[in-house]
């Protein structure tokens, strides 16, 4: 779809969630599964699938009771390639080199997104099939039971739900989980303190329903944005113009008049009151576990339902990491960290890794070449308390420059070698938690948690007689290597 603002330098190689199945395809990035069933086995596949190292990209077809065409997509960005597509980026980096490419990205996206607003556009393939009244059936999309103790279906796992603020008209793109409870009702989850939710207490608090749209099978940068943390005053949507270079073609919606993306394969539209509230939960969370139950949460009213021709889910299911969404927030978060903790003054930092296994939270890396006494503390305290790292977060483990955060093994060899359990682990207490931490026992009043700080480097004190390590030079590697090139896979 051209926009007024083609004229600038496009950013990236597609447009839309139809455009990318195109390009990872022919990348060999993506695999089609038929016959799978909505009810668990689509949700089983997607979570072994989740744990392979690069994982392709699954797009379900010819679900269980449901017509040929009617799709689910998973696993859409769970290694680099597919995320540096969606970010514009090169596909042939490493995890290490993505974070590296990403670096200063975010504050260059955030500077410039108010030069990318939305342009609104007068129709939209999503207006393909209208339905409204009785017509409406949210059961119409092969909608998957993800895990085996979930409340019900989740329609919404990598989709926007958009809203407007009461007052201000800020507009809001967040990813916050959608239960559907029935053909005309779903449920909507939003934690305390995030965007959308401050913008639908302000409307309850004035006595109305919040007017609501929900895009669901969109460009997975959407997804990504709706799900990462964007400055209150950085729409998503403008956030999504400066990484495209070119502006986000918008419909407005005819019912509720909020900005819905032009390129989603299924939309609906309708209304949060303030005074209805269903069964909601449980749902399980990216920590692994079923942290915040089942409770009494707002419902979203449907009053119109659209949908393209052979319509696609974007699934992205959390659970036990790595799940679905673990790669993509560990590369993002990693970025995030590493630029903070540089502007806080740490020099030499190598890099940092918030690793899927730890929820891209709870357990991060960061690699230092050590310039002086206290540098690897410095290092950690400041990752562990930054905006994009206080959050949940539980383990810290700083590491020397000839360890790549990225690895599992090396970072385990380098905590098991370099530290020393009395002298180099440091507590914080009383750090900033959320509801979603399994470590706090329900009905706890403060969300606190604690975090250790792991200073796995050489002692500074005597690191020039710490003992050699036993492997071969870089140097003697890339000999051998040449040698043996062709004869042996090494």
């Known amino acids: ?40 086995e689509i949700g089983t596949l997607v979570e072994l699938n989740a744990r392979k190292k690069n994982a392709k990209a699954l797009l379900f077809d010819q679900i269980k009771g449901y017509p040929p065409g009617f799709r689910v997509l998973a696993t859409s960005m769970t290694n680099a390639a597919r995320l540096a597509l969606v970010l514009g980026l090169p596909t042939n980096l490493s ?62 796992t990598g989709h926007n739900v958009i809203t407007r603020d009461a007052e201000t008209g800020v507009i809001n793109a967040g990813t916050y989980r959608v239960q559907v409870h029935d053909e005309k009702t779903v449920g909507l989850f939003i934690s305390p303190g995030k965007h959308g939710r401050l913008q639908m207490e302000n409307w309850h608090n004035r006595g109305e329903a919040m007017p609501v749209a929900v895009s669901f099978g969109h460009d997975p940068l959407l997804f990504c944005l709706g799900a990462t943390e964007i400055p209150l005053s950085t729409p998503e949507y403008y956030v999504a113009g400066a990484i495209r270079g070119e502006a986000l073609p918008v419909v407005k919606g005819p019912v509720t008049g909020l900005p819905i993306p032009a390129d989603a394969e ?13 069964t909601e939960g449980p749902f399980g969370e990216w920590t692994g576990y079923y942290g915040s139950g089942e409770r009494p949460e707002p419902v ?61 939270r709870l357990f991060v890396v960061i690699s230092i070449k050590q310039r ?29 420059e000839d360890i790549d955060p990225t690895n599992l093994e090396d970072v385990l060899w380098a905590i098991c070698t370099r530290s020393d359990p009395v002298n180099d682990i440091d507590f914080i207490r009383r750090a900033y938690s959320g509801v979603l931490d399994p470590m706090i026992r329900p009905g706890t009043a403060g969300k606190f948690n604690s975090r250790a700080i792991i200073d796995a480097c050489r002692p500074w004190e005597w690191m020039s007689e710490f003992p050699a390590v036993s492997e071969s030079s870089p140097e003697l590697v890339a000999k051998v290597r040449e040698k043996w090139k062709g004869t042996l896979d090494l």
Request: glycine letters at 10%; proline letters at 7%; charged letters at 25%.
């Open 266 to 278: 299924i939309v609906i539209e309708g209304f949060v009151p303030p005074d209805e509230a269903r």
């Open 300 to 360: 979203i009213k449907v009053e119109a339902l659209y949908y393209r021709n052979n319509p696609i889910i974007l699934g992205s299911p959390p659970g036990r990491p790595p799940c679905d969404f673990s790669y993509f927030r560990s590369a993002l978060r990693s970025s995030l960290i590493k630029e903070a903790v540089e502007r806080a003054g740490v020099p030499d930092v190598q890099g940092v890794w918030a690793h899927p296994a730890g929820g891209a």
């Open 1 to 40: 779809m051209v926009t007024k603002t083609a004229e600038r330098q496009r950013l990236r190689e597609y447009d839309g969630l139809r455009e990318f199945l195109n390009k990872i395809d022919a990348m060999g990035e993506l695999q089609v599964v038929e016959g799978a069933d909505w009810h668990l």
């Open 372 to 400: 002086y006494a206290g540098h690897a503390r410095q290092a950690a305290f400041v990752a562990s308390q930054c905006r994009e790292g206080a959050y949940l977060g539980r383990y810290v483990v700083v590491v020397d």
């Open 95 to 156: 995890d290490g080199e993505l974070v590296d490419a990403l670096k200063g990205k975010p504050k260059q996206w955030e500077q410039h997104a108010l030069e990318f607003p939305p342009e609104e556009v007068s129709t939209a393939p999503w207006m393909e099939n209208v339905l409204h009244g009785d017509a409406i059936n949210m059961f119409l999309f092969p909608t998957p039971f993800w895990h085996e103790l979930d409340g019900g279906r989740y329609l919404g």
